[in-house]
C-alpha cells in the first residue's frame, strides 16, 4: 500500500485552510492503480471541502520499482543541483540509521526525477516489463 502523510492545504480559490491525505510512497508492485494518476502528474489530488475546488500538488514522491531495485524520488522542485544534493543527503541519513535499508541501499539504484516526461517512460517501460 502506498504511505501516506496528512498536510496542511490552502485553497487557491476560497483560501480555506484544511487538511489532506497526500501521498509519499509508492511501491508500484502493489499499487499499479496509482500508475496512471502519476504519468498524468495527478496522483496527489485534494479537493477543498468548501468550495469543492479540485487541485493537485507538486509534492515530492518515493517510487520503489519493484522488483527492479530502482527507487525514484520524483520532486518537480528539485530542479537545482543543491536541491538534489539535498534530496540525496535526506536518502543517506534515513537509510544510514536502519540497518535493513542499508543492506537494501547496497543493491539499490537512487535516481532523482524532476521531469513528467521522463517518469512517463520510465512509468511504460515497468509497465511493459510487469505485465
Ligand atoms: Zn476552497
Redesign the pocket.
Known amino acids: 500500500m502506498a504511505s501516506t502523510s496528512v498536510v496542511e492545504v490552502k ?1 487557491s ?4 485552510a484544511y487538511e489532506a491525505d497526500v501521498i509519499d510512497h509508492i511501491d508500484l508492485s502493489e499499487d499499479r492503480d496509482l500508475i496512471k494518476p502519476l504519468k498524468s502528474g495527478k496522483a496527489n489530488r485534494v479537493q ?1 471541502p ?4 479540485v487541485m493537485y500538488l507538486d509534492r515530492s514522491i518515493v517510487l520503489n520499482f519493484e522488483p527492479e531495485n530502482v527507487i525514484v524520488v520524483f520532486d518537480k522542485k528539485a530542479r537545482t543541483t543543491a536541491a538534489k544534493e539535498s534530496l540525496m543527503e535526506d536518502y543517506r541519513n534515513v537509510v544510514s540509521f536502519n540497518e535493513i535499508l542499508s543492506e537494501v541501499a547496497e543493491e539499490t539504484e537512487f535516481t532523482i526525477i524532476t521531469k513528467l516526461d521522463k517518469l512517463k517512460v520510465m512509468l511504460d517501460d515497468y509497465l511493459k516489463a510487469h505485465k
Open positions: 485553497c480559490k476560497c483560501k480555506n477543498c468548501k468550495c469543492k475546488k
